[in-house]
């Protein structure tokens, strides 16, 4: 199992920027992938971004051009910038890791409220 803890969530107005951190331990950073997801107040939880252990990344196409996934292997964390807040991003975010496909484990979530 792996434990991570989400920070930087906040408010911020339309076009804002956040940057959201994930920290992991438990497990061997390098080798995991990670992944951003966020969940609307009656909706379901959806993928915002992901990034393998080699580095690769993709996005939801509602994200695209405006939001950013990166780790550090050093620092045993994932960070997601998200630039241009738009009240429809309004959610809380959340930290997932993998080992392949095996799930590993869940952060206890980050609200992020942009106001329009």
């Known amino acids: 199992q792996v434990q991570l803890v989400e920070s930087g969530g906040g408010l911020v107005q339309a076009g804002g920027s956040l940057r959201l951190s994930c920290a992991a331990s438990?497990?061997?950073?390098?080798?995991?992938?990670f992944g951003w997801y966020r969940q609307a107040p009656g909706k379901q939880r959806e993928l915002v971004a992901g990034i393998s252990r080699s580095g690769s990344t993709n996005y939801a196409d509602s994200v695209k051009g405006r939001f950013t996934i990166s780790r550090n292997n050093a620092k045993n964390t994932v960070y997601l910038q998200m630039n241009n807040l738009k009240p429809e991003d309004t959610a809380v975010y959340y930290c997932?890791?993998?080992?392949?496909?095996?799930?590993?484990?869940w952060g206890q979530g980050t609200q992020v409220t942009v106001s329009s």
């Open positions: 997932n890791a993998k080992f392949g496909l095996r799930e590993l484990g």
């Open positions: 438990g497990s061997t950073f390098s080798n995991n992938n």
